[in-house]
């Protein structure tokens, strides 16, 4: 099975570099700044963020190893070497996970795909949200399922079903998501983490794949190699029908479907995006919805 951590990989763009370790500290070291790690400017710098040399010496290890680190000569570092290595970069607990999911040698078990329906009770809860948005997604960014205003929110864009594509392939996307930059930022950080989870994801290798092609915007966001899960957060978007929405969101893994996340969004009670959200659902009612309720079939992702 094709893995994002593995080194057989298919040939999807530079996404399967078969040095995914050093193409990584590369990219993270590059993001931090000389004055943020404490070490002297010295002169002319010819490369951004950290030297390696400087890396290795903040590590605690020779520059000869952490070369060879880089260079993919050394791919099994020690947990001691790769926590020294995530102070110094400035890892959060997400990238550090990443961090030891694309070196271990540990075999990872692999997430059931296919055989494992969606709990109907999940569904009813999803639907019965009925003043709040909420759709359930696979990692992917794919809607499995959403309840009414979910699907009235997102509805009406070509790539409704799949929110890392109405991101970055649909035109509608930047007007749509209010804080752009910010959201494609974190969604590219989103998809890299999901890696972190579930190495033998195909179907996430080929979403990464098609996104780094298709989206200059995507690659560039992808080769700053940040890892970040969404958890909850502002949502600020511009919808045809009502106008801005200001909506918070919180996002969890039920227990029944592990692979699956829940988002739900909500808008401050009493508020004017409350009130909007509430002409949202009435005027979309009677409307087809653009995504269907009915959970999507997980082995076709």
């Avoid at 947990?79 to 996970?97: E, F, G």
């Avoid at 296919?114 to 709040?132: I, K, M, Q």
């Avoid at 195909?202 to 989206?215: I, P, Y």
């Avoid at 045809?240 to 808008?267: C, T």
Wanted: charged share 25%; hydrophobic share 40%.
């Amino acid at each position: 099975m094709p893995s994002l951590v593995a080194s057989n990989r298919p040939k999807l763009g530079w996404v399967t570099d078969a040095n995914l370790l050093g193409t990584y500290l590369k990219a993270r070291r590059a993001q931090v700044s000389p004055e943020a790690a404490g070490v002297p400017l010295g002169g002319l710098r010819r490369v951004p963020g950290l030297r390696r040399e400087e890396v290795a010496s903040l590590a605690g290890l020779s520059v000869d190893y952490y070369a060879r680190l880089e260079q993919g000569r050394e791919q099994h570092p020690s947990a001691s070497v790769l926590n020294a290595l995530a102070r110094v970069l400035h890892l959060d607990p997400d990238a550090q996970r990443y961090l030891f999911a694309i070196v271990s040698s540990v075999p990872k078990v692999p997430v059931a795909r296919g055989g494992r329906a969606v709990s109907p009770n999940l569904l009813e809860l999803v639907d019965e949200w009925t003043d709040h948005p909420t759709v359930l997604l696979d990692e992917c960014h794919t809607v499995v399922a959403a309840n009414h205003l979910g699907r009235a929110l997102y509805g009406g864009h070509p790539h409704s079903d799949n929110l890392a594509r109405l991101i970055f392939l649909d035109d509608s996307g930047r007007t749509f998501f209010r804080e752009w930059p910010k959201t494609a930022s974190a969604t590219a950080a989103a998809i890299r983490a999901a890696a972190t989870h579930d190495p033998g994801n195909a179907a996430l290798l080929a979403l990464v794949g098609e996104l780094t092609v298709r989206s200059e915007e995507f690659s560039t966001r992808w080769a700053k190699a940040e890892v970040r899960e969404k958890t909850s957060g502002p949502v600020l978007l511009h919808h045809d029908l009502v106008g801005d929405l200001d909506l918070h969101f919180e996002s969890m893994r039920p227990n029944g479907s592990p692979e699956l996340i829940l988002k739900v969004m909500r808008a401050a009670r009493g508020s004017e995006s409350a009130d909007k959200l509430a002409v949202l659902g009435s005027l979309t009612a009677d409307h087809g919805d653009e995504v269907d309720r009915q959970p999507r079939s997980q082995s076709s992702r």
